[in-house]
């Protein structure tokens, strides 16, 4: 099995409570798909058969994760842009059967196919700033088939891509038109028919839900989400993003694995959220396109010890964003989090926010090896710089993507 040892490193380990985890003049060395070993310059191991990689102090990050995002889609919605900026709000434009039934009816016109080739350059651009890990949810579909041809489409571009997807069953994202005025009607669909369908294709991770005024009741949302765990599966929602409502506090009873957005979550329902080990994901690309003003509740998240992620939620509507190095950025400066708690947002607790954490978001023996090599000396300037991707080489499961070796010489 091939070997890797880096030398010469400076590691953002996040693998601490706080803080980056950093370690300067370090090794660490990689066996086949995980992380064997990681420590001082001055105790690492002979390279014996290894690959050497000599960082020249460059940072080493665990892979970015970005746990939330809608990037299987048809079409654009640069028109509903255009009616924003002169005063039009997202929820009217909803209302007005436009939003995410526009994105709808554009991805049900699409082939598997078409939504492969619009998908592919959004996934590249994430991964060429060391995104290893993508959640994709479903949600644009809204009836059986177009929603099994989206997760379809998200299971072959982890195939073709070679990155980890995990794939989110979102089908009560909105009411489709054909059952306007029968929310409870699509939602019996979604339990009956729609979600065991994807299911027993083996294409569904876990299941979401969008609970708002534009989308669905705590009551319809939580239908949906036992169905999921009657099916064994784990389940996330998408509450309090424009109002609260109380999706967050009844998702994070159930065992959630995170919930999402969250500006209007009332401070005094977070303790709950980390009695339950719920974390929660934070959208920054969607608070700044929407121009919010509602602050997510962090102060509260961070003294209940809440984990915290962060994500693009990259969709055609909210979020057309396709930079998780944007998404640090924004995080730092509308929200105030710290450079390292938005490092830590889009690796650990973002791996946390997908069950994945035992596996991958730090580096640490024993994980897998997915780790980005960053010509930065300090981990802090991810975080500050705004349009410089510094990513030089990434690896994943232990494999090389990119030529690493000439970029190191
Ligand atoms: N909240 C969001 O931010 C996305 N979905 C959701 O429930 C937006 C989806 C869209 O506008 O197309
Ligand atoms: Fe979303």
Not at 254 to 272: P, Q, W
Request: glycine content about 8%; some cysteine; hydrophobic content about 45%.
């Amino acid at each position: 099995m091939s070997q890797t040892l880096f030398i010469n490193a400076t590691l953002a380990c996040v693998d601490t409570d706080s803080g980056y985890g950093l370690r300067e003049d370090a090794a660490l060395l990689v066996d086949g798909d995980r992380i064997a070993w990681r420590g001082p310059m001055s105790e690492c191991p002979s390279a014996g058969g290894a690959e050497v990689y000599d960082c020249k102090q460059r940072l080493l990050t665990p892979g970015l994760i970005d746990c939330h995002t809608h990037l299987v889609y048809g079409g654009d919605r640069a028109d509903e842009f255009e009616q924003r900026l002169e005063g039009v709000s997202y929820a009217d434009i909803a209302a007005g059967g436009g939003g995410i039934v526009s994105t709808v009816n554009a991805t049900r016109a699409a082939s598997a196919d078409a939504l492969f080739d619009q998908a592919l350059p959004r996934v590249q651009q994430l991964m060429s700033e060391g995104v290893t890990t993508l959640e994709i949810k479903s949600g644009y579909g809204l009836d059986c088939a177009n929603e099994i041809k989206m997760l379809r489409v998200a299971a072959l571009l982890e195939k073709e891509l070679g990155l980890r997807v995990q794939k989110t069953f979102l089908g009560a994202h909105a009411l489709p038109p054909e059952y306007s005025g029968r929310g409870d009607d699509y939602i019996s669909l979604v339990c009956d028919e729609m979600l065991p369908q994807a299911h027993a294709e083996g294409l569904v991770d876990a299941v979401d839900v969008f609970i708002e005024s534009i989308a669905f009741s705590v009551e319809q949302g939580e239908r949906v989400l036992a169905r999921a765990q009657q099916l064994g599966l784990p389940i996330k929602a998408h509450v309090e993003q424009l109002s609260d409502l109380g999706g967050a506090v009844m998702a994070a009873r159930r065992g959630a694995l995170s919930v999402d957005h969250i500006e209007y979550l009332n401070s005094d329902d977070v303790a709950l959220l980390a009695r339950n080990r719920c974390a929660a994901v934070l959208l920054p690309g969607a608070f700044y396109v929407l121009r919010e003003q509602q602050l997510p509740p962090l102060q509260a998240l961070r003294e209940q010890g809440v984990a915290i992620a962060l994500a693009s939620d990259a969709n055609p509507g909210s979020s057309p964003l396709y930079s998780l190095l944007l998404v640090m950025n924004l995080a730092c400066t509308l929200f105030r989090m710290t450079p390292a708690e938005a490092l830590r947002g889009v690796t650990l607790n973002a791996a946390s926010a997908l069950g994945l954490a035992r596996e991958i978001g730090s580096l640490e023996a024993g994980k897998q090896a997915d780790i980005v090599v960053w010509d930065v000396e300090r981990p802090a300037l991810l975080s500050y710089r705004i349009g410089i991707n510094p990513c030089v080489a990434v690896m994943q499961a232990g494999k090389w993507r990119t030529s690493a070796r000439q970029v190191a010489a």
